[in-house]
C-alpha cells in the first residue's frame, strides 16, 4: 500500500483537537440550538412561504419535490407528529442545520466507536493506534481521490451521500483493521481467556452481516444508479467481506491448533489422532490463505482497473495516484504467485524424493521433530536419515535447501532460484575448466567513456566514465553471494569424504575454488583443518592487566559504600528463603502468573548473587577488619558452600518487595 | 503460523525453567506476548565481562523456529561483536539467506535446530571470545586489539553499572 499518510498526521497531531467528551457536549448543544431554531421557526405557520423564497435560489436540486410532499398535507391539522414532521422538514432544507445533523451523526458513529472498542478491545496498544490511524488517513486520502477524481462529482447532495456511504465503510473497515490486530497480537499469547475470543469473534461475525447489509445497499442503489456506481459501491463492499472471513477463518484456525496442541501434550491416545488431522490441516491452512490473499488482491486490481479505465481520469493527478496503487498490486500478486510456485515445486519434490519414514524408522529415534519440538506420528526422511513433519520439513524447504540438522545441501532446484544459480553455475564453469584458466584469469576489459566537450563547442564541459567489472570469483576473500555456492561444492567434496570436517573443506575450497581441486587435496592429505573459529585472530586474554584492575579497584573503594552495599545484599531470613528456594527450583508452574512471578524471583536471585559474588571478589583489602565484616565474611564463606542459601538467601527481601508492590 | 511458533517456545521456555544452563535465565517478560523474551547472562568466568549480569531482549518472529529471534542487549554494551545500540551480529542469529558480513558458511548460521539456550550459550561464548572479523563496533574491535587494558577498564565499569554497583 502507499501511504500518503504522514503529512496529515504530523499536522493533526500539531493541532488542538478537542476531547472527545469536549465535542460530544459542543455537538449536543449544536443539536439544540438548531432544534430550538427549527421549533421557533415552524411554529409560525407561515414559515414555509419564507423558506420557499429563501432556498429556492441556492438549492433548486431538492426543493420541489419537497414541496410536493409538503402541500399536500392540511395545514390546519396541527398535531405533535405534525409538528415534528415540519420540523425536520425544516432542518433537511436550512443548510445550517444539516451540518449539524450531520455533525451529530459523526459524532455518533465516533461514539459507537469508543463504545465497541470499550466493550470488545479495552484499552488500544500504541501499535494499533498508530495502525488505526495510517488506515485512516489512507482511506480518506483514498476516497477524496475517487469522489473527486474518479466520479467527479458536481452536487453537494452527491458529496454528502457518498460521504455517508464511505463513513460506514470507513468505520467497519477500521474495525476489521483493529479486529485483524487484535487476533495476531491474541495469537502471540498462550493464555487469552476464552471470552475474549468470543467478544473478538462476536465482532467480526457482525462486521460481516453489516458487510452483507451493504451490499444489498450497493444492489438496491446500483439498480437505480446504473452499473458503474454499483461495480464502484460493490468492489468495496465485497472487499471488506473477503478480508473479515480471512481473518475469521485465520482465527478458527488458530483456535483449533491451540486446543490440538493442549490436547497433544495431554494425553497419548488422543494426541495420537491429532497428529493425524495435523497433517492434513497444513494443506488446507496454506490454500485457504492463498485463495484469501489472491482474490483480495485482484479485486482490488479489478476496481482499480475500472476507476482507471471507466472515468475519464486520464493525465490526472488522480490516475497518477491509481496508476502507482495498480503497480504495487501488480507487484505483489506477482510475487504471491511466485511464492505458490515455489510452494508446489517444493511440495512435488518432496512427494517424490523423500519417502515418508516407516513404523519402523519412527519407532527407531524416538526423538521430536527437531523444527517445533513435538512428537512425530509421520514423518518424511531426508537422505541424511533424520526425520520431520512433512509440514515442518514443507515450510522449512520453501527457505532453504538444506536439512536443518546437519545442514546437508539438499538437492533442490526450485524454479526460482533455478535461474539465479544457473548463472552462478556458468561462471563458476567457465573458471573451473583447466582450459579456462587464462580466460578466467584474464581481467574482464574494462569500459572508459570519454567525452571532450571542449572540442565541439567551447562551453561545453569535458567528462570521463570508466566501468569496471568486478570479479566475484577469484578473490581470496569470500564473498556474500557466492558463500552458499561454495557450501554446495563442499557438500559435494564431504559425500566423497565423510570424514573430513565440513569446515576444513571449505576452507580448502576458499582457496582453490574448484571441488576436483580440494578432492585432489584430500586424496594426497593436504587439506588441514583450520584452527577453531574464534581463536583465530585473538589472543588468549592476558593476565597481567587483570590483576592490577583489581587491585585498583579494591584500593579505590571507599569502606562506606562498599558496607552500605553489604547491607544492601544481606537482609536475609534462612529459615523462610529455604522454602522459597524449594518452591522455585526446577518447577514450571501450570498458572501463567505464577510462571510470571517465578522468573522474575529467578531474575533477581541471579542478580542478587551476582553482586555477592562480586563483592566478595573485590572485597577491599583492609588491615583492620571490624567485627561485623568477620561475620559477614564467613556468612559469604557459608555461602559458598551452601547452594541453597546463596540462592535463597535475598528471598525475604524479594518477597517482602513483592507483597508490597 | 503463530499457534506452532507459540507451542515451541512454550516448550523452549518450559525447558530453560527445568534445566537452567548455568548463569542463564530467559522467559517472557509478560506472557500477554509470548514473543518477547527477556534474558540474563552472567559474564563468563576468567574474562574481562565476568561476573556481570546482563539483561538482553529477544524478539522472536511469526514464523520462529523458521527464522531467528533478534537479539539486543539492553544494557550499555561494549564488545566488538554487539553494535552500539546492542543488537548481537553473531552468525547463528543469521537467517541463511542473509550474510550481512560475508564471512560466514552458511553452518554456522541459523536453522530451526537452534534454540534459545544455544543462542545464549553461544552469546556466552562470543563475550569470552570476541570474534574481530565481524565489526559490529569498530572502536570496540580496535580496542580489543591494541589497548586491551582500556578495554577491560570498560568492560569493568558495564559490569559494575549491571551489578547496580557504584564505580568508585
Ligand atoms: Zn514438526
Ligand atoms: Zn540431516
Not at chain 1, 108 to 135: A, P, T, W, Y
Not at chain 1, 309 to 322: E, P, R, T, Y
Not at chain 1, 504 to 529: P, Q, Y
Amino acid at each position: 500500500m502507499i501511504n500518503f499518510h504522514s503529512m496529515p498526521v504530523i499536522l493533526l497531531d500539531r493541532l488542538p483537537l478537542p476531547s472527545l467528551r469536549a465535542y460530544t457536549i459542543i455537538s449536543v448543544v449544536l443539536l439544540s440550538c438548531s432544534v430550538y431554531y427549527a421549533v421557533q421557526v415552524t411554529s409560525d405557520p407561515n414559515w414555509k412561504a419564507n423558506a420557499t423564497a429563501q432556498t429556492d435560489d441556492d438549492s433548486d436540486a431538492e426543493v420541489p419535490d419537497l414541496e410536493e410532499t409538503d402541500i399536500e398535507v392540511d395545514s390546519q391539522n396541527v398535531s405533535m407528529g405534525f409538528q415534528l414532521g415540519e420540523m425536520v422538514t425544516f432542518m433537511i432544507q436550512e443548510p445550517l442545520c444539516i451540518w449539524t445533523l450531520i455533525n451529530m451523526a459523526y459524532c455518533c458513529l465516533i461514539l459507537l466507536g469508543k463504545f465497541i472498542q470499550k466493550l470488545v478491545f479495552g484499552e488500544l496498544r500504541v501499535s494499533e493506534q498508530q495502525h488505526i490511524k495510517d488506515k485512516f488517513w489512507n482511506f480518506v486520502f483514498y476516497k477524496f481521490i475517487f469522489v473527486f477524481g474518479v466520479i467527479n462529482v458536481q452536487y453537494m447532495d452527491e458529496v454528502v451521500l457518498w460521504c455517508s456511504w464511505f463513513s460506514v465503510l470507513g468505520f467497519l473497515h477500521l474495525l476489521a483493521q483493529l479486529c485483524k490486530d487484535r487476533f495476531e497480537y491474541l495469537s502471540f499469547s498462550p493464555t487469552t481467556p476464552g471470552w475474549s475470543h468470543i467478544r473478538l469473534l462476536g465482532l467480526l461475525i457482525s462486521i460481516l452481516i453489516l458487510s452483507g447489509l451493504l451490499f444489498l445497499i450497493c444492489v438496491a442503489v446500483g439498480f437505480f444508479g446504473g452499473f458503474n456506481t454499483f461495480a464502484f459501491m460493490v468492489a468495496e463492499c465485497v472487499q471488506l467481506s473477503v478480508q473479515t472471513l480471512h481473518v475469521i477463518l485465520r482465527y478458527a484456525l488458530h483456535l483449533y491448533d491451540m486446543r490440538q496442541g493442549s490436547t497433544g501434550t495431554a494425553g497419548g491416545a488422543v494426541g495420537a489422532g491429532a497428529g493425524r488431522v495435523w497433517e492434513r490441516r497444513g494443506p488446507l491452512a496454506y490454500y485457504s490463505e492463498l485463495v484469501f490473499e489472491l482474490a483480495g488482491l485482484l479485486l482490488d486490481l479489478v476496481h482499480h482497473l475500472h476507476m482507471l479505465l471507466w472515468s475519464n481520469i486520464f493525465l490526472s493527478m488522480a490516475s497518477l495516484v491509481i496508476c502507482m496503487q495498480l503497480r504495487y498490486l501488480c507487484h505483489e500478486i506477482q510475487r504471491r504467485v511466485k511464492k505458490h510456485r515455489n510452494y508446489l515445486w517444493v511440495h512435488n519434490h518432496m512427494e517424490q524424493n523423500y519417502p515418508m519414514a516407516t513404523v519402523e524408522e519412527l519407532a527407531e529415534s524416538s526423538d521430536n521433530c527437531a523444527i517445533c519440538w513435538e512428537k512425530m506420528e509421520t514423518a518424511r526422511k531426508l537422505p541424511c536419515t533424520h526425520l520431520f513433519h512433512n509440514s515442518c520439513l514443507q515450510s522449512w524447504l520453501e527457505q532453504d535447501t538444506s536439512c536443518p540438522t546437519c545442514r546437508m545441501m539438499l538437492n533442490i532446484q526450485s524454479p526460482v532460484a533455478m535461474e539465479a544459480s544457473r548463472h552462478i553455475d556458468h561462471n563458476l564453469l567457465a573458471g573451473e575448466g583447466p582450459d579456462n584458466v587464462q580466460n578466467a584469469n584474464r581481467r574482464p576489459p574494462n569500459h572508459f567513456f570519454h567525452f571532450d566537450g571542449s572540442r565541439y563547442v567551447s562551453w561545453l564541459p569535458s567528462f570521463s566514465v570508466e566501468v569496471t567489472h568486478t570479479q566475484l570469483f577469484r578473490s581470496n576473500q569470500a564473498q556474500p553471494a557466492q558463500t552458499s555456492q561454495l557450501d554446495a561444492m563442499a557438500r559435494q567434496v564431504q559425500q566423497l569424504f565423510p570424514h573430513v570436517a565440513l569446515t576444513t573443506v571449505i576452507e580448502d575450497l576458499r582457496v582453490t575454488r574448484s571441488v576436483e581441486l580440494t578432492i585432489e587435496n584430500v586424496l594426497d592429505g593436504r587439506v588441514v583443518a583450520p584452527p577453531p573459529m574464534f581463536q583465530r585472530d585473538s589472543d588468549p586474554p592476558p593476565q597481567v592487566p587483570e590483576v592490577e584492575l583489581i587491585t585498583t579497584v579494591a584500593t579505590r573503594n571507599e569502606p562506606t559504600s562498599w558496607e552500605d552495599l553489604c547491607a544492601v545484599a544481606e537482609i536475609r531470613d534462612v529459615s523462610e528463603s529455604v522454602e522459597t528456594s524449594a518452591n522455585l527450583g526446577g518447577r514450571f508452574s501450570k498458572s501463567s502468573a505464577e510462571r510470571e512471578r517465578i522468573l522474575q524471583l529467578r531474575k533477581d536471585q541471579l542478580l542478587m548473587a551476582a553482586r555477592r559474588r562480586y563483592m566478595e571478589k573485590h572485597r577491599p583489602a583492609e588491615p583492620e577488619t571490624s567485627p561485623s565484616e568477620t561475620d559477614q565474611k564467613d556468612e559469604m564463606q557459608q555461602d559458598k558452600d551452601d547452594d541453597h542459601i546463596i540462592n535463597a538467601s535475598p528471598n525475604s527481601s524479594l518477597r517482602q518487595r513483592h507483597i508490597d508492590s | 503460523m503463530a499457534g506452532s511458533a507459540l507451542r515451541r517456545l512454550m516448550a523452549e521456555y518450559k525447558q530453560l525453567t527445568l534445566n537452567p544452563p548455568e548463569g542463564i535465565i530467559a522467559g517472557p517478560i509478560n506472557e500477554e506476548n509470548f514473543f518477547e523474551w527477556e534474558a540474563l547472562i552472567t559474564g563468563p568466568e576468567g574474562t574481562c565481562f565476568e561476573g556481570g549480569v546482563f539483561p538482553a531482549k529477544l524478539i522472536f518472529p511469526p514464523d520462529y523456529p523458521l527464522s531467528p529471534p533478534k537479539m539486543q542487549f539492553t544494557c550499555e554494551m561494549f564488545h566488538p561483536n554487539i553494535y552500539a545500540d546492542g543488537r548481537v551480529c553473531i552468525s547463528i542469529l543469521h537467517a541463511p539467506g542473509d550474510d550481512p558480513m560475508g564471512y560466514e558458511s552458511s553452518a554456522e548460521r541459523w536453522s530451526p535446530v537452534q534454540s534459545v539456550e544455544k543462542i545464549l550459550l553461544s552469546v556466552v561464548s562470543m563475550l569470552a571470545e570476541p570474534n574481530d572479523e565481524s565489526g559490529a563496533n569498530v572502536d570496540a574491535a580496535k580496542m580489543w586489539r591494541e589497548d586491551r587494558a582500556e578495554f577491560n577498564r570498560i568492560a569493568e565499569r558495564i559490569v559494575r553499572k549491571t551489578l547496580g554497583i557504584p564505580t568508585p
